[in-house]
């Protein structure tokens, strides 16, 4: 695994800020790490890429163990903090050769170059830092965190301060960069983690509540599937009573019936079946699932923000 936390624990004096958790990402993952504020995201994050100690438990990197081989694993992550700390008064291009110069980057001015390239930052590579939009001093932390080709990313907030399209550009960023890294990153906004991610791990008050695909977390509770199917008359519900994957149906207005089901897939070719047989013309049929909101909603008890 390329990340791997074992029932970490971190308290500031009485409070449990991370309370006992437990996950892994595989090379090649994209993963959203969710939660309302407060819940211990940043402080999860900052122990993995070693500026924080856990009161208990361990991260590991690649293997290896943030606390007993801190220098090795910083090597092989890449951070964006929240904060996204600068030097306002160093110009972009000056900025990234200082941070390749830190972490010893061979070729440093075409991987500078490079950097500016791929986080969109060409527009504005003349300028200091501190002459930049929030959007762009948010792609030179990217670049920053990216310009030594770290194993493991870790961003937390990547698109803060971002307009739509530079959303769009940063996702397809991150998007390629999942393909041969891992990358663990924190949002509020859900659509952008619907977007990328397939797996997503949500804690709250400090402890696990999730780590599942988005698909199964939208499905509902307990594996529970609903089917909704249309029909061109008014079905009788006997139609269905000996059909064994349905757990319950609902009459719906418009001639439609609700099934559930943990069962999806054979429910389908049994209901078109069954609609067959007592001549039942089916309109159409669609499966609902909950948004990522309402999961997050009902997982944490907060609005998402």
């Known amino acids: 695994m390329s990340i791997e936390v074992k029932h970490l624990l971190k308290v500031y004096d009485e409070q449990k800020a991370v309370n006992d958790i437990s996950f892994s990402v595989s090379r090649g993952e994209i993963v959203g790490f969710l939660g309302p504020n407060g819940a211990g995201k940043s402080t999860t994050m900052k122990i993995l890429t070693g500026y924080l100690r856990p009161t208990s438990g361990e991260a590991y990197i690649c293997g290896m163990s943030v606390s007993s081989h801190s220098p090795e694993t910083r090597k092989k992550t890449g951070y964006l903090p929240e904060s996204n700390p600068l030097y306002y008064d160093m110009y972009i291009r000056e900025y990234l050769g200082f941070m390749a110069d830190v972490h010893n980057v061979a070729n440093k001015k075409a991987a500078v170059e490079r950097m500016i390239d791929l986080v969109g ?57 999942g393909r041969d890294k891992t990358v663990l990153f924190s949002s509020h906004i859900l659509q952008e983690v619907e977007a990328i991610c397939n797996r997503v791990i949500i804690i709250n008050k400090g402890e696990l509540v999730a780590d599942d695909t988005i698909a199964s977390l939208q499905s509902g509770n307990n594996g529970t599937h609903s089917i909704i199917v249309a029909f061109g008359e008014t079905p009788a519900l006997s139609v269905f009573d000996n059909i064994a994957e349905i757990i319950s149906v609902q009459a719906m207005p418009g001639n439609e019936l609700k099934f559930s089901t943990s069962r999806p897939e054979h429910l389908r070719k049994r209901i078109i079946e069954s609609s067959l047989e007592n001549n039942l013309n089916i309109v159409s049929m669609r499966s609902e699932t909950q948004s990522l909101e309402t999961v997050f909603k009902s997982l944490t008890g907060n609005n998402a923000d």
């Open 121 to 177: 930052l060409t527009p504005e590579k003349t300028k200091k830092i501190g002459q930049l939009s929030k959007g762009y001093k948010q792609r030179v932390g990217l670049a920053a965190a990216l310009i030594y080709d770290p194993e493991v990313l870790i961003l937390d907030e990547p698109t803060t301060g971002l307009d739509p399209n530079q959303i769009v550009e940063i996702r397809e960023v991150i998007r390629n960069l």
